[in-house]
Structures are given as C-alpha cells and as structure tokens.
C-alpha cells in the first residue's frame, strides 16, 4: 500500500520535470523559428513614439533581443 503511493509520487514528479523541460524546449524552438517582434515591427514601433530609426539602432535593438531569446 505505502509502496504504491510511493512509485504514483515518484512517477508524478519525474513526469513534471520531464514535461517542465520538453515545454521549455519546444517553447524555445517556436521562439526561435518565429519571433515574436521583427525589424519591420520595431520600426513602426520606434516611429510610432515619436523617434525616426536608422538601420544601425534597429540591428541594435535586434540584437539585445536575441540575446535574451
């Protein structure tokens, strides 16, 4: 009986730290394969508040992005 109990909690835990690890994967694949904001995106972003960027300024901005990705 406690053996049972046992092996269902340890089967559940090694399952939530599978799965916390396979979503973390596929999540950081997706987030690769499609950003979620692009240069054409950041531009009319930037001319939306107001400031008129130039090329460098948005690779820069791109860059800072991808490195948190």
Not at 23 to 43: G, H, S, T, V
């Amino acid at each position: 009986m406690f053996g049972d109990i046992m092996l269902v909690l340890v089967g559940l835990i090694i399952g939530l730290i599978i799965g916390f690890f396979a979503a973390r994967y596929f999540m950081k694949k997706y987030m690769k394969e499609n950003p979620p904001i692009n240069e054409d995106m950041l531009k009319a972003l930037m001319m939306q508040m107001g400031r008129k960027p130039n090329q460098k300024q948005i690779n820069q901005m791109m860059k800072s992005m991808q490195k948190y990705m």
